[in-house]
């Protein structure tokens, strides 16, 4: 009988800005239990990865973690897999940011076990061709990837097994294909199956490799799976058959077979990840085509031999699928160009690490897209991205300013779309002002507290949100095994049907709308189209400049009114100051027609405070208070604002005349592992007015919002 070699890649991962409590419950739940399991087999040989955002936490609060794992390291039965430190996709990052991240990890890795790495975990699985070039740089001799990279590049089911070498500008790396049944099997199979899989192989395929890598959350964390993992001894189990099969299969390193074992040959690799996150990348309406055209392929038992050719988008798409994850994606990237530009001055070793070591944080990869798990949706790992983007940002500033009272004003290609927008730095505050998208301000961060306001998702519609309609799901397997969280459905809570509203603009602020109606609170939470051209429609840019300690930039355009349809001529002014953080816009609109006209304007902005429902974070209208997810409407009102006693923020609004507040609470309706959700994510507040405006005249609005910590 032919032997086969498992090689098992443990992944184990927390992001940047999950909650304490996560750590400890996964901890509690899989990562210690699963790490003594393994300890008391010694003869069971396996590759681990721990993100860094993992091994801060465990080397602060669980230091026996590390120390245990150490010594299995040092035994000869684990070896430590490198990778981007802050756990980033790397083909998202400069190169000098991804060889960056991975150094990081390898000077960590070698000064806490005493070995440096010889292979690494792409984030995701993500591939990019130039992959092997920024690895190699990094010392790195191989990696995991899915299988189904590998059809896509025109290999079949025997060519699965073993690795491949593949290369970049003559920098060479070993491939491992992860095997898919082995990764849908753990631990959701009976062991027996895995053994009955390795006979085959190894009959079929002769001596060769068999590869798993997958999330170790998967043993206690997934829902479900402590019990199964644990209680009833799934993993305890599983090692007991591989000691007791050795004949059948053996464990090892992907480092000792690698050095025991030549490559099956050379490959070249496309753009992929694993076949879920390919689905997830695409548009919504083309993800359930592709969900159709599988399933008929399945019903046919076609799908095999369509395998190669049947792919989904790839990771970058969701760059493009949501406006949120680009602007996430491109503060990052100026971000890094600007610490960049403050490592070039003198500047001490500390300041730069501290600096750096911002940045990355801010490149952890989880709120940077969307599919089964929350991401993107969740507002706590965006916010804790933004913060440390923002405070490396900061950092770069004391380096490239030196405390002086400063505003910067920049027209750059920021979203890389091929048009500009505007971009306005001071001590205190970042805007990206948008002209092509209404003249909007598209992100504010105030610095002092490190805090993205603008931090809001828009609502859109989602390929499983058809699974909420149709309110049809399972949530037992049957027969003593357990759901994979990709075949299970389950809602945490009531009537999520009625929160499926989507909305017919990117959520931005100072975003006017031309009304023929006064907006009413039904109105806007239906997020109706406007009657004019207001939201949206491109303004010119007639002026920008930054002196004397402050920025001003003036925007226009010509548009129509929404009733008479005449011709109205718009100028909207931002005025930011550097010697205090306030944002001033002027709005300025002059009837060209010949009757007088009127209609209704509506100002609106879209912040976050990040708790719908806490004490210490609301709204205060006519010194009334009312928690950051009230529905209202508040007539007569000139001052209002918002404030944060948390995290020591209070943003005030003035403007030139009384107005009528609308407001309410923006809610998408999300899945991850554990089932479909609502999430808060931030509070819409407009400010209706009444405008008549004479043949020839001009009517002038003006709103002020400044910033402080209460």
């Given at each position: 009988?032919?032997?086969?070699?498992?090689?098992?890649?443990?992944?184990?991962?927390?992001?940047?800005?999950?909650?304490?409590?996560?750590?400890?419950?996964?901890?509690?739940?899989?990562?210690?239990?699963?790490?003594?399991?393994?300890?008391?087999?010694?003869?069971?040989?396996?590759?681990?990865?721990?993100?860094?955002?993992?091994?801060?936490?465990?080397?602060?609060?669980?230091?026996?973690?590390?120390?245990?794992?150490?010594?299995?390291?040092?035994?000869g039965?684990?070896?430590?897999?490198?990778?981007?430190?802050?756990?980033?996709?790397?083909?998202?990052?400069?190169?000098?940011?991804?060889?960056?991240?991975?150094?990081?990890?390898?000077?960590?890795?070698?000064?806490?076990?005493?070995?440096?790495?010889?292979?690494?975990?792409?984030?995701?699985?993500?591939?990019?061709?130039?992959?092997?070039?920024?690895?190699?740089?990094?010392?790195?001799?191989?990696?995991?990837?899915?299988?189904?990279?590998?059809?896509y590049?025109?290999?079949?089911?025997k060519d699965?097994?073993?690795?491949?070498?593949?290369?970049?500008?003559?920098?060479?790396?070993?491939v491992?294909?992860?095997?898919?049944?082995?990764?849908?099997?753990?631990?959701?199979?009976?062991?027996?199956?895995?053994?009955?899989?390795?006979?085959?192989?190894?009959?079929?395929?002769?001596?060769?490799?068999?590869?798993?890598?997958?999330?170790?959350?998967?043993?206690?964390?997934?829902?479900?799976?402590?019990?199964?993992?644990?209680?009833?001894?799934w993993?305890?189990?599983?090692?007991?058959?591989?000691?007791?099969?050795?004949?059948?299969?053996?464990?090892?390193?992907?480092?000792?077979?690698?050095?025991?074992?030549?490559?099956?040959?050379?490959?070249?690799?496309?753009?992929?990840?694993?076949?879920?996150?390919?689905?997830?990348?695409?548009?919504t309406?083309?993800?359930?085509?592709?969900?159709?055209?599988?399933?008929?392929l399945?019903?046919e038992n076609?799908?095999?031999?369509f395998?190669?050719?049947?792919?989904?988008?790839?990771?970058?798409?969701?760059?493009?699928?949501?406006?949120?994850?680009?602007?996430?994606?491109?503060?990052?990237?100026?971000?890094?160009?600007?610490?960049?530009?403050?490592?070039?001055?003198?500047?001490?070793?500390?300041?730069?690490?501290?600096?750096?070591?911002?940045?990355?944080?801010?490149?952890?990869?989880?709120?940077?897209?969307?599919?089964?798990?929350?991401?993107?949706?969740?507002?706590?790992?965006?916010?804790?991205?933004?913060?440390?983007?923002?405070?490396?940002?900061?950092?770069?500033?004391?380096?490239?300013?030196?405390?002086?009272?400063?505003?910067?004003?920049?027209?750059?290609?920021?979203?890389?779309?091929?048009?500009?927008?505007?971009?306005?730095?001071?001590?205190?505050?970042?805007?990206?002002?948008?002209?092509?998208?209404?003249?909007?301000?598209?992100?504010?961060?105030?610095?002092?507290?490190?805090?993205?306001?603008?931090?809001?998702?828009?609502?859109?519609?989602?390929?499983?949100?058809?699974?909420?309609?149709?309110s049809?799901?399972?949530?037992?397997?049957?027969?003593?095994?357990?759901?994979?969280?990709?075949?299970?459905?389950?809602?945490?809570?009531?009537?999520?049907?009625?929160?499926?509203v989507?909305?017919?603009?990117?959520?931005?602020?100072?975003?006017?709308?031309?009304?023929?109606?006064?907006?009413?609170?039904?109105?806007?939470?239906?997020?109706?189209?406007?009657?004019?051209?207001?939201?949206?429609?491109?303004?010119?840019?007639?002026?920008?400049?930054?002196?004397?300690?402050?920025?001003?930039?003036?925007l226009?355009?010509?548009?129509?009114?929404?009733?008479?349809?005449?011709?109205?001529?718009v100028?909207?002014?931002?005025?930011?100051?550097?010697?205090?953080?306030?944002?001033?816009?002027?709005?300025?609109?002059?009837?060209?027609?010949?009757?007088?006209?009127?209609?209704?304007?509506?100002?609106?902005?879209?912040?976050?405070?990040?708790?719908?429902?806490?004490?210490?974070?609301?709204?205060?209208?006519?010194?009334?208070?009312?928690?950051?997810?009230?529905?209202?409407?508040?007539?007569?009102?000139?001052?209002?604002?918002?404030t944060?006693?948390?995290?020591?923020?209070?943003?005030?609004?003035?403007?030139?005349?009384?107005?009528?507040?609308?407001?309410?609470?923006?809610?998408t309706?999300?899945?991850?592992?554990?089932?479909?959700?609502?999430?808060?994510?931030?509070?819409?507040?407009?400010?209706?007015?009444?405008?008549?405006?004479?043949?020839?005249?001009?009517?002038?609005?003006?709103?002020?919002?400044?910033?402080?910590?209460?």
């Amino acid at each position: 009988m032919n032997k086969v070699y498992l090689l098992t890649g443990i992944h184990n991962h927390q992001p940047v800005g999950n909650f304490e409590h996560v750590f400890s419950e996964a901890y509690d739940k899989c990562y210690l239990p699963a790490l003594e399991t393994f300890s008391k087999r010694p003869g069971v040989k396996f590759s681990i990865h721990h993100s860094g955002p993992l091994l801060e936490w465990l080397e602060k609060n669980k230091p026996a973690y590390l120390d245990l794992l150490g010594g299995m390291v040092e035994s000869g039965q684990v070896e430590i897999l490198s990778g981007g430190f802050y756990e980033p996709i790397l083909s998202a990052l400069s190169e000098r940011d991804a060889v960056g991240q991975i150094e990081m990890m390898n000077r960590w890795v070698e000064e806490r076990f005493g070995a440096r790495p010889r292979g690494a975990w792409l984030a995701e699985r993500i591939w990019d061709p130039y992959v092997p070039k920024i690895l190699a740089s990094a010392g790195i001799e191989f990696t995991l990837l899915d299988d189904t990279h590998f059809y896509y590049a025109g290999l079949g089911e025997k060519d699965m097994y073993g690795y491949w070498v593949t290369e970049k500008h003559g920098s060479p790396l070993a491939v491992f294909p992860i095997d898919k049944t082995m990764r849908y099997s753990i631990p959701f199979k009976q062991p027996e199956e895995s053994l009955k899989y390795f006979k085959e192989t190894g009959e079929r395929h002769g001596t060769t490799g068999i590869s798993y890598g997958d999330d170790g959350e998967k043993f206690g964390v997934w829902p479900q799976t402590h019990e199964w993992v644990f209680g009833k001894k799934w993993l305890d189990r599983f090692l007991s058959m591989l000691e007791e099969n050795t004949g059948v299969v053996e464990t090892t390193m992907f480092s000792s077979y690698l050095d025991s074992f030549p490559p099956n040959g050379r490959i070249y690799l496309p753009m992929a990840s694993y076949e879920e996150m390919m689905h997830w990348t695409l548009p919504t309406d083309v993800a359930a085509e592709h969900t159709k055209l599988v399933h008929a392929l399945e019903k046919e038992n076609r799908l095999p031999e369509f395998k190669k050719f049947l792919r989904g988008g790839i990771w970058d798409n969701f760059l493009s699928k949501y406006d949120e994850a680009n602007g996430l994606h491109k503060r990052m990237l100026y971000v890094s160009d600007r610490v960049a530009k403050a490592l070039e001055k003198p500047v001490k070793s500390a300041t730069a690490e501290a600096m750096t070591s911002a940045l990355y944080r801010g490149q952890c990869n989880c709120p940077y897209w969307h599919g089964l798990f929350g991401g993107l949706y969740l507002s706590n790992l965006r916010h804790a991205v933004y913060t440390n983007l923002i405070d490396a940002g900061k950092k770069a500033d004391a380096v490239l300013h030196r405390g002086k009272n400063w505003a910067e004003l920049t027209k750059v290609d920021y979203l890389a779309e091929m048009s500009d927008e505007v971009v306005v730095e001071t001590a205190d505050l970042f805007a990206l002002i948008r002209p092509s998208s209404g003249g909007a301000v598209a992100e504010i961060d105030y610095k002092p507290a490190l805090f993205n306001v603008s931090n809001v998702m828009t609502r859109r519609r989602e390929e499983y949100h058809q699974k909420i309609l149709d309110s049809v799901g399972k949530t037992d397997a049957g027969g003593g095994e357990i759901l994979s969280p990709h075949d299970r459905v389950h809602f945490k809570e009531k009537s999520l049907e009625k929160k499926l509203v989507f909305d017919a603009h990117t959520r931005q602020s100072f975003t006017e709308h031309l009304l023929a109606e006064k907006p009413t609170l039904e109105f806007l939470r239906a997020d109706k189209e406007d009657d004019g051209n207001g939201a949206g429609s491109a303004y010119n840019a007639d002026f920008a400049e930054a002196k004397g300690g402050a920025a001003r930039l003036v925007l226009s355009k010509d548009v129509a009114t929404p009733v008479e349809k005449s011709p109205l001529y718009v100028r909207k002014s931002y005025s930011i100051s550097g010697k205090a953080p306030v944002i001033t816009c002027e709005y300025s609109m002059t009837n060209r027609g010949k009757e007088t006209v009127r209609f209704h304007l509506g100002m609106e902005w879209n912040f976050t405070l990040l708790a719908a429902d806490a004490l210490d974070r609301y709204l205060t209208v006519n010194d009334e208070k009312y928690r950051m997810n009230h529905s209202g409407e508040t007539t007569g009102v000139k001052k209002w604002a918002i404030t944060d006693e948390y995290f020591k923020l209070s943003i005030g609004w003035k403007s030139s005349r009384a107005v009528d507040l609308v407001r309410y609470p923006i809610e998408t309706v999300s899945q991850s592992e554990d089932g479909f959700e609502s999430n808060y994510q931030g509070t819409c507040m407009v400010a209706a007015l009444k405008v008549e405006i004479a043949p020839g005249k001009t009517v002038v609005e003006e709103f002020t919002l400044t910033f402080s910590k209460p």
